[in-house]
Every structure is written in structure tokens, then in C-alpha cells.
């Protein structure tokens, strides 16, 4: 099997599945329960807890959601804002971000959505135009989901700052971390979304970085755990995954940066050399985890499951329908009709290797020639 | 004393000599029916009885069993033996404590020796003697005491009696070989047929990579829930790609939907042969789209010789949709997969197709290598929910 479909999900690594066993059969406990089993599972979330946010360089504290999701619902909607003030997110992103600043809209905020590159990146010119006094809330995501384009966040952030102190600044951040660099003070945002299950932890756990002196509203009411604002008996066995994920990611986050470049670049110059036959819609200065293009003729959905045969696995970047047309990429990449429902991501993992690569394009050559001729005109 | 349901069954079909075989047919049907839980199903003269099952499945029993198709209706009811001082003791138990009430008796059991007015009389007034909240009025009543006096020393108390399905039970009328695509309209031509007592038996046509495993995976699903109501469906999904890749190669793409379509009847007619059934069933409506036509229904229509049966065709949408959400499909056929009809659909149909000229562009094609290639990979699916 090749999987190439790692933006969507990674395969738990063993150091993550082990951890979580230990933690699901031996130290099952309730952290907040008072006997001594439960006091020791207590110490073990808050090392997690520590490992993580030193692994990440954060000054601040980390409150632990079930998903990337919750993580940005938390930071959307529990973040101080004045009731009608303008709340700033880019145009490419994710749903998790994007329907909550909808939602926002409908509730009152002046929500605005930050034009983006052909890539999906936004423009700092244009956002700058959109700066005011009235704003409250900014969200831009670090990496985009789809195409892979990284967003200069420390540069927006201190943009923002630099305009108004008070504004809060969110990113989510699920397909950077352990991926691109991450130092949270040196970025310099309010709130950060993260999710295990991106860097082989286990699915089902999130984190939501908070900044020092920042308060968020209670978001879930219950019994008080994570700070009183997210109640919930803790998913220990996941968080413990999660630090182990995070540590993992962070000590060979060079290292494995590197070896996925050389096989994105690998990548894109084998689809280059196919003439028109295919589009790349990622910028090359973005994360190298993602590679988008859009093939000429044929649907995306049609060639991964062309590729299922070959037991070849890779993301259309979008729901399954071509009947929902308001796919994001094809929003913002400026497609020609022939290619605009042919958008296919490529995300790969440190596990991937040159012949993998290989294998995926040559049946990718093979099954597009197949069936581009009944699709042409 | 124990909590039963009572079931009637339509009377109008009982008629003649073929009472045998309708009665045993609805029996196995409604035992079917109510597989997997745990009952125990009794069938005598023209009723038929679920008893000793659990109470917290009876409002499952109750909605499979709406869904039979030749049952009348059924009653909730409280079984005892027939005591009049224990049925009165009950009547007023399971009574409202208020209100305007009648007791309606009906005694098959011819032997005792009051009759039915008398017993009515002696359970009402029981039931005034209890609850001084209540009034008997024959005419307007909040609700209705039924006590059903049978022959073999038991009697049922019940209150309401619930409408089934109504119908002919399913296997009665014969197999019809459903072309089922997905949509909204297919799953209510099923049921519309099952309702005159055909057992359906469906044939989807999948055109992978073109349409996906979700795809297949909704159609299995429609086809899951209007065995509620038909009972088992076998389904047939047949590989369609390489037909439609042979039409857009070699025809015009204005009839690809017209020839497409006159494959797809074709090889449901071979099935229908193959599963002896009487008739193709499809779920066109005249004029919705333009393989639905009245000249492309002709031309369509005309590869086969079996009766094509179109329970929709005088049909608005709009009918058709109340239909499909009354039997659950709604939501399950809007779920946005592509079907094969969708994926080389050409910018302009034709509208008025000719027979001739769809025979002449088959020219080029081997028909029935074509047709032998799909049965070959025909996939079975036997689709039910319980």
C-alpha cells in the first residue's frame, strides 16, 4: 500500500499505540479521582501537558479538545470580541475555521475574508487593507490544508499587533505542527490549534494553545477539568500519544523536512514533464508535506479511485461530489474549466520514499492516458 | 395476562380458493418480519397473534409490522383469560381516570351465556364504580374499551387499532426486476410494486472508477431500507464502464444517454430471465428528464420484450418525494454521488431519439459481447436490515 493521503490522516506510529495501551489497560485511572493510582495519572497529563508546550516553545498553556476541529470552534467562539466588531480569516481556510466564521456572521460580527494567492496564501498587502480599529479577532491558518501554502504567521502577527495590541490573533496550525517549524513565542499568536492525529498520534485528541495572561470562555461545562473551560473525564491515553507524537515530530522535524523536500521537488518535476496534462497549484516556497495539482480532463475523484486498484491512496483535497462545486482550491487557484474538477493532493509523510513516489506517478501516467481520451470534450 | 399484538388481515383478496396461499404467504412475511427479536408469532382463522416478547421491543414490532404489506391493521392488547370480574378489573386499570368513554365487546365465543351488550354493560359499569371521573357516552367518546372474546377461552383488551401497509402481500404478484439507480425515484417504484405483491429483485449499474464505493454503498442502502417493506432484495451490480466507454467511443454523444439506456434494459431482461421475473420495473416519470420521454421511452422500451412496469410515470415529483420520505428513502437518495448516468452526460440530449437510428449507431458496437463482458462481472448482493 502507498499512502499518500497524509494530510487527511497518518498512521499512529508504535511509540503512539503503546503509550495509549499502557495508559487504556495499566493506567486507566481517572486523573480526577483522589486515591493514589489516580494522583500519579494526574502528574503523567500534567508532564504530557509540559512536554508539549516545551517542545513547542510556548509561553502560555495548552488545553487538550478531542480534534483540531474543536480546537478552532474553541478559539472562534470562546475568544473575547466585541459584540459586532470585525473578525478577519483568510479565504482558504479550513471548513473548521471557515463555517465557524460564517456562523460568527450570522451572530452579528463584521466577518471579512482575507483575499489569498493563486497558492492560497494570503496576501499581506490585502490584509493589511483590512486592519481596523474595529477589529477583534484575527484567523489565519499557518499551513493550508489543501495546497500546502505556508502563511508567514509570525509576520502577520506582529502586523497586527503592531496596528492594534488588543487584537487577538488565532492560527491553526494542524498541518504544521511537526511539519514546518513551530516556536509559538516567536510566532507570537494568542491561540494555536493543533491535532495528534496529523503526526501519527491517535485520533481523537487536539490541543488548543493559550497565551500567557489570555482568558478564554468556558466552552464546555461540566466538572471543571482543563482549566474549568473544557470539562471532560481527559482522554490520558490519547494525550499521552499526543506528547509522544509531538516529541517525535519536533527532534526530527529538520531532518524529516528535508528528506520530504527532495521528494516534493522529485514529484514536481515528474509532473512537469507530462506538458499540460497536469497543473501544480502548490507554491514551492510552502510546506513540501502537500503537493496539489489539477489534471486536465479528469475528475480528481475519478483518478483516486483509478488509483484505489493499484492500492495507491491520495486526497482529492475536497468533499466527493462534483455536484458541490464551491471546492475551495478552485476558488482561489484561478483554474480553466478543464482543470478545475481535476484537483488531486499529494501528502506525504517521512515514510514516504523515492519509490513510492515513482509507483504513483507512473500509474498516475498510465490511468490518466486511459482515461483522458473519453473524457476530452 | 400478558401484553400481545393482535394483527387483522385485509379481507378482500381472502376471497376464492387461493385463501390458502395468500394467508401462508403473509405469514411467512410478517414472521420475516420480525427476525431477530425475540417473539413468538401465532396465526389462527383470519388473525394473527405476536406474543411473549419482551416490552421494550414492542414498538419495534409494531413498526415492522406496519410495513408488511397485505396486513389490515393491529392492536396493542392485554391477553387473559375470559373472566368478566378480571376483564372489568383490567378494562378499568388500563383506563384514563377522566373522561367520556364506550366499551365496545365483541364475543365470537358463542357459548357464554350473556351477550355482548350485556358484557359492555357490566365492564362500564365496573369501570363508573372505580373512577368517579368517568362518563359513558356511546356516540362521543375520548376513548374506546375493545374487548375481543374469543373461542379458545381468551380475551383481548386493546384501545386502538393501528393501519398497516394494506397491499397484497409481497411473492404474491409475481418477481419484477427493478432498475434501481439511486435516485429518488427507484426505491418508490419498489415499493409501489411490492405493495401489489411483487417480490423485487434490483440490477444497479456501476461505472467504476466513474462512480465510487460510496456510490454502490448508498444504492445498497436504499435498497436495505425498502426491504421493510419488500422483504430480501437481491441486488445485481453490474460493471457498466467499459459499455459506456465503447458508446462515447463510437456513437454520437447526443444518444450516449439513449444507447447507455437500451443497455441497461437489455440486461435487465437478461436477469429477469435468469431470476424468472415477470417484468422490468423502473421508476420513470413521463417528461421529468429527457431519457424519460415519451420517443426515448420507445426507444428504450423497444430492445425488450418483457412488460416494462412504470408505477411513476403519470407521477409529479413532488408526489414521488412524499413517498420517499414516508418510506425513509428520501434522505438517502439526495446523498450527492454520482450515478452513471451523470458521468458522460451530454451537454444536449436528444430529446426525440429514433429507433433506427439507435439500431444503426449499435452497429458499431458487439451488443452482446458487450452485454455477455458486464453479466460476467455481475456482483450479488442480498440486501435486507434485519
Known amino acids: 500500500m502507498i499512502f499518500l493521503d497524509n494530510a487527511s490522516t497518518t498512521k499512529p506510529s508504535k511509540d503512539c499505540i503503546n503509550i495509549s495501551g499502557f495508559y487504556q489497560t495499566e493506567r486507566f485511572f481517572n486523573p480526577s479521582a483522589p486515591y493514589h493510582p489516580s494522583v500519579v495519572a494526574a502528574e503523567d497529563l500534567s508532564h504530557f501537558r509540559d512536554t508539549i508546550i516545551k517542545k513547542l516553545k510556548g509561553n502560555g498553556k495548552i488545553v487538550f479538545t478531542s480534534s483540531g476541529t474543536e480546537s478552532d470552534n474553541f478559539a472562534l467562539f470562546c475568544s473575547k470580541k466585541r459584540n459586532g466588531s470585525r473578525i478577519i480569516v483568510s479565504q482558504s481556510e479550513h471548513p473548521a475555521v471557515a463555517t465557524c466564521a460564517n456562523e460568527l456572521k450570522n451572530r452579528g460580527f463584521d466577518v471579512v475574508f482575507c483575499p489569498v494567492d493563486a497558492s492560497g496564501r494570503v496576501i499581506e498587502e490585502e490584509f493589511l487593507q483590512l486592519l481596523s480599529k474595529d477589529v477583534s479577532l484575527v484567523s489565519i491558518m499557518h499551513v493550508n490544508n489543501e495546497t500546502g501554502a505556508q502563511n508567514d504567521v509570525k509576520r502577520l502577527c506582529a502586523l497586527t499587533k503592531n496596528f492594534d495590541s488588543n487584537i487577538l490573533f488565532h492560527s491553526d496550525g494542524v498541518q504544521a505542527l511537526g511539519k514546518v517549524p513551530v516556536a509559538l513565542d516567536d510566532l507570537g499568536v494568542d491561540f494555536y ?55 517525535y515530530a519536533i527532534n526530527h522535524q529538520k531532518e524529516n523536512y528535508e528528506k520530504v523536500k527532495d521528494l516534493n521537488g522529485y514529484l514536481r518535476t515528474a509532473l512537469s514533464e507530462q506538458g499540460d496534462a497536469y497543473k501544480i497549484i502548490s507554491d514551492p516556497g510552502g510546506s513540501p508535506y502537500i503537493l496539489n495539482f489539477a489534471m486536465r480532463y479528469v475528475r480528481g475523484e475519478v483518478m483516486v479511485h483509478s488509483l484505489e486498484k493499484y ?25 480553466s474549466p478543464e482543470y478545475e474538477k481535476g484537483v488531486l493532493r499529494v501528502s506525504f509523510d517521512e515514510n514516504t520514499s523515492k519509490d513510492d513516489v515513482d509507483y504513483f506517478i507512473n500509474k498516475l501516467n498510465l490511468e490518466y492516458l486511459a482515461i483522458e481520451k473519453y473524457m476530452r470534450g | 395476562m400478558e401484553r400481545i399484538i393482535l394483527i387483522r388481515i385485509g379481507e378482500i383478496f381472502l376471497k376464492g380458493n387461493n385463501k390458502n396461499f395468500f394467508v401462508s404467504l403473509l405469514k411467512d412475511n410478517a414472521k420475516n418480519a420480525l427476525k431477530g427479536i425475540p417473539c413468538r408469532f401465532v396465526s389462527s382463522q383470519n388473525r394473527m397473534y405476536v406474543e411473549r416478547y419482551e416490552d421494550s421491543d414492542e414498538r419495534t414490532i409494531i413498526d415492522r409490522l406496519t410495513k408488511v404489506f397485505g396486513l389490515y391493521n393491529l392492536s396493542p392488547a392485554i391477553k387473559l383469560p375470559t373472566d368478566f370480574t378480571e376483564i372489568a378489573k383490567v378494562c378499568s386499570d388500563m383506563s384514563p381516570k377522566n373522561g367520556t368513554f364506550r366499551v365496545t365487546v365483541n364475543r365470537a365465543d358463542k357459548k357464554l351465556d350473556k351477550n355482548s351488550m350485556e358484557i359492555s354493560r357490566e365492564i362500564g359499569a365496573y369501570m363508573l364504580r372505580k373512577e368517579s371521573g368517568l362518563t359513558v357516552n356511546l356516540h362521543q367518546f375520548d376513548f374506546e374499551v375493545n374487548v375481543d372474546i374469543r373461542e379458545n377461552g381468551f380475551s383481548y383488551v386493546f384501545y386502538e387499532k393501528i393501519p398497516c401497509a394494506g397491499g397484497l402481500p409481497v411473492g404474491c404478484g409475481g418477481n419484477g426486476m427493478l432498475l434501481l439507480s439511486g435516485g429518488i425515484d427507484s426505491p418508490v417504484a419498489a415499493y409501489l410494486m411490492a405493495k401489489r405483491g411483487v417480490k423485487i429483485y434490483a440490477v444497479h449499474y456501476h461505472s467504476f472508477p466513474f462512480t465510487s464505493e460510496m456510490a454502490k454503498n448508498k444504492v445498497i442502502k436504499l435498497a436495505q431500507i425498502v426491504s421493510d417493506y419488500c422483504g430480501e432484495i437481491e441486488l445485481f451490480v453490474v460493471p457498466f464502464t467499459d459499455i459506456q466507454y465503447a458508446i462515447k467511443e463510437n456513437c454520437p454523444i447526443e444518444y450516449m444517454i439513449t444507447i447507455m439506456r437500451r443497455f441497461m434494459m437489455r440486461i435487465a431482461e437478461r436477469l429477469a430471465e435468469q431470476y424468472k421475473c415477470g417484468a422490468i420495473i423502473t421508476g420513470e416519470s413521463l417528461g421529468q428528464v429527457a431519457s424519460q420521454t415519451m420517443e426515448s421511452i420507445n426507444v428504450t422500451n423497444s430492445v425488450v420484450k418483457k412488460p416494462v412496469f412504470r408505477p411513476l410515470i403519470g407521477s409529479d415529483k413532488s408526489d414521488i418525494i412524499e413517498i420517499a420520505r414516508k418510506i425513509n428513502t428520501f434522505e438517502t437518495s439526495i446523498l450527492p454521488y454520482e450515478d452513471c448516468c451523470t458521468v458522460f452526460l451530454p451537454k444536449n440530449p436528444v430529446i426525440k431519439p429514433k429507433i433506427e437510428l439507435a439500431e444503426e449507431m449499435e452497429q458499431k458496437l458487439d451488443v452482446n459481447g458487450l452485454i455477455e463482458q458486464a453479466l460476467s462481472g455481475v456482483e450479488i448482493i442480498h440486501c435486507n436490515n434485519r
Open chain 1, 311 to 335: 492500492e495507491i491512496f491520495v486526497g482529492t483535497g475536497s468533499a466527493c461530489s462534483s455536484k458541490k462545486t464551491d471546492r475551495t482550491v478552485a476558488k482561489f487557484a484561478n483554474l
Open chain 1, 193 to 247: 490549534s493543533m491535532s495528534a492525529h496529523k503526526i501519527h498520534g491517535l485520533r481523537g485528541v487536539g490541543a488548543l494553545f493559550i497565551k500567557n495572561g489570555l482568558h478564554l470562555r468556558t466552552f464546555l461545562y461540566g466538572g471543571g477539568q482543563e482549566f474549568n473551560v473544557r470539562s471532560s473525564t481527559e482522554n490520558l491515553a490519547g494525550i499521552a500519544a499526543f506528547s509522544c507524537a509531538v516529541d
